[in-house]
Nanobody, 121 residues
């Protein structure tokens, strides 16, 4: 089994910054992608940023130039650096991993529990 543990959420004023971290543990053979999604009240969950095992990165248009996704493969950790935060960035942020797990070798998806980010003055 695979576990994703998130940290770093909280309350921040508009224009401020936060960094989220997600550490994966368990029977991971390799990663296909690690992503950050978010879900605001009354809205569908949306992809915020994605990093692939080859290092390709994609962002939602709404966060381009403000958010940066990165990974530390030695620590099985993915980060989301969020800057110039806006009230509309308020949401629960979820880490997601598309991985190859051991025994048997199968491709599976896992989610973190979510981390609340609130942008408010």
């Amino acid at each position: 089994q695979v576990q994703l543990v998130e940290s770093g959420g909280g309350l921040v004023q508009p224009g401020g910054s936060l960094r989220l971290a997600c550490t994966a543990s368990g029977s991971i053979a390799s990663f296909f992608t690690m992503d950050w999604f978010r879900q605001a009240p009354g809205k569908e969950r949306e992809l915020v940023a994605r990093i692939t095992r080859t290092g390709s990165i994609n962002y939602a248009d709404s966060v381009k130039g403000r958010f940066t996704i990165s990974s530390d493969n030695a620590k099985n950790t993915v980060y989301l650096q969020m800057s110039s935060l806006k009230p509309e960035d308020t949401a629960v942020y979820y880490c997601h991993a598309d991985v190859l797990v051991y025994s048997p070798y199968t491709r599976q998806n896992f989610w973190g529990e979510g981390s609340q980010v609130t942008v408010s003055s």
